[in-house]
C-alpha cells in the first residue's frame, strides 16, 4: 500500500528496493559539495539524463579504465566544445607528451576558422591531401619560417599571385628540374645577382 511520513525519515542500515523506486520531488543532499553517488567500488552502471549536466565548481570527466567516448548519436548532431577565456587558452587538448603519443581528427572535411594568428609548433609537419588537393587559403599574409623547407610533388606545382611573387634566401639557393624549367612575365623578368654571379647551364639544348 502506501505509506505517508509527515517528518524526517532515517535508516541507517540498507534500503532495499523489489522494483524501480520513482521519486516526484527533487533529491538534494543533506549538506553542500560532502555526499557523492556511487563509490569507485560500488558504481552505477547507467545514467540517463535530460537536460544539462552542470559543475557548481571546477570538475573533470575521468574513466579509470578503457576509452573516454563523447558522442552526439542523434541523426545530423554535433558535439560542441566552448570555452569562455577571451584573453587565454580557452580549450586545451592535452595528449601525452610522449613524442609516440598521436592525437588524431578524422573527418570528411576539416575546417578551422581563427579570428587572430594560428601557430603550429612542431619539430616536423607533413600536410597530406591524399589523392585529393590541398588547398592553403588567406586573404593576408602567409608566412612560412622554417630551418629548411622542402616541397617534393609527383606531379606539377603551380604558385598563382595576382600581385609580386618573392623568393629570398641567404645563402645560396637552387631549382633544379628533370624537365624544362619555364620563368616567364607577362610585364617582364628580372633575374638580379647583387654581389656575386648569375649562372645558367644547360647540359643539353640551348
Known amino acids: 500500500g502506501t505509506s505517508v511520513f509527515g ?8 534500503l532495499h528496493g523489489g522494483s524501480p523506486l520513482t521519486i ?5 543532499p543533506s549538506a ?9 567500488t560500488a ?9 544539462d549536466f ?16 563523447i558522442e552526439a548519436e542523434a541523426a545530423d548532431a554535433k558535439v560542441v566544445i566552448k570555452g569562455d577565456n577571451e584573453s587565454g587558452i580557452a580549450i586545451h587538448l592535452d595528449g601525452n607528451a610522449d613524442a609516440a603519443s598521436e592525437v588524431q581528427i578524422d573527418a570528411g572535411i576539416l575546417d578551422i576558422d581563427v579570428t587572430a594568428a594560428a601557430t603550429i609548433d612542431a619539430v616536423g609537419i607533413a600536410l597530406g591531401a591524399g589523392s585529393g588537393e590541398l588547398d592553403l587559403t588567406t586573404t593576408g599574409l602567409m608566412d612560412i619560417n622554417s630551418a629548411a623547407l622542402d616541397i617534393a610533388a609527383s ?3 603551380t604558385i598563382d599571385g595576382t600581385s609580386t611573387f618573392s623568393v629570398d634566401a641567404v645563402g645560396s639557393s637552387n631549382i633544379t628540374t628533370n624537365g624544362a624549367l619555364t620563368l616567364s612575365g607577362s610585364i617582364g623578368l628580372n633575374i638580379a645577382a647583387y654581389s656575386g654571379e648569375i649562372d645558367v647551364t644547360a647540359t ?3
Open 32 to 40: 553542500d559539495d560532502t555526499h557523492d553517488i556511487g563509490s569507485a
Open 54 to 69: 552542470t559543475f557548481t565548481d571546477a570538475g573533470k570527466i575521468v574513466t579509470t579504465a578503457g576509452d573516454l567516448t
Open 204 to 206: 643539353q639544348g640551348n
Open 7 to 14: 517528518g524526517d525519515v532515517v535508516i541507517s542500515g540498507t
Open 24 to 28: 516526484g520531488s527533487d533529491i538534494l
Open 43 to 51: 558504481a552505477w552502471q547507467d545514467l540517463f539524463l535530460e537536460g
Open 155 to 157: 606531379g606539377a606545382i
